[in-house]
């Protein structure tokens, strides 16, 4: 069961994911993009590690409040984007545990709602390339009985081969759209974005 102490612990962990690869992220947008991909996320996962768990008896407030906070300081697209996938997981939680079919549920909501918010599709060169084959693998692995654990590993190999599967693409969304061929050939700083997040749940949700 995921439990608030559960989803803090995920948060702070992402949070220090984004720090770590900050400039990795910023240099992939410097290429397609803004050049602030890193820094924005940076910012906005610090003042979500900052959130006081204790303040949030529920999953679903926490991640809640999440979401409203990357809203409020994230630059750009990312910061409704992300919060969107976060305001939309919290609607799966119904008490004070989530259940592994519900975290799967979760998923699906919230990547249900970025695509509903950002107009994109796989194969358009965005983070849905990553969030879209780590639901699905989640979703598949949970209802064939996996444990969550389990489910979030085969869901972080997917989301890690879908940020590598945009290289090639052509941008078709967002500021790299702008650039046509030439955004062919570096890594989508959205889907790399996705792909660590979905490696930091694997590691600290069971």
């Known amino acids: 069961m995921t439990d608030t102490a559960a989803v803090a612990t995920w948060l702070a962990d992402f949070a220090a994911l984004v720090h770590e ?12 993009g803004d050049a602030d991909h890193g820094s924005n996320m940076e910012r906005g996962m ?19 409040a ?13 910061g409704p984007l ?3 996938f976060f305001l939309r ?5 119904t008490g004070p545990d989530m259940s592994p079919a519900e975290f799967a549920a979760g998923l699906e909501a919230g990547l249900a709602g970025v695509v509903a918010r950002g ?25 064939g009985g ?5 489910a979030l590993h085969k869901a972080a190999e997917a989301a890690a081969a879908g940020r590598d599967a945009t290289v090639p693409l052509i941008a078709r969304k967002g500021r790299a759209s702008y ?3 030439r955004s062919r050939g570096v890594q989508d700083p959205g889907a790399t974005s996705v792909a660590l997040l979905i490696e930091s749940a694997a590691r600290t949700l069971h």
Request: with cysteine.
């Open 89 to 93: 997981l919290a609607t799966a939680a």
């Open 119 to 143: 107009k994109a599709s796989e194969g358009d060169k965005t983070m849905i390339d990553s969030l879209a084959p780590a639901v699905r693998a989640c979703q598949e692995a949970i209802a």
């Open 66 to 78: 999440a979401g409203m906070t990357l809203v409020s300081t994230v630059g750009g697209a990312s």
């Open 179 to 181: 650039l046509g061929e």
């Open 82 to 84: 992300f919060g969107t």
């Open 21 to 32: 690869n900050a400039n990795l992220l910023t240099d992939l947008d410097r290429q397609i």
């Open 146 to 150: 996996d444990s969550l654990a389990d």
């Open 46 to 64: 610090t003042a979500v590690a900052a959130l006081d768990p204790g303040q949030y008896p529920e999953p679903a407030a926490l991640l809640k």
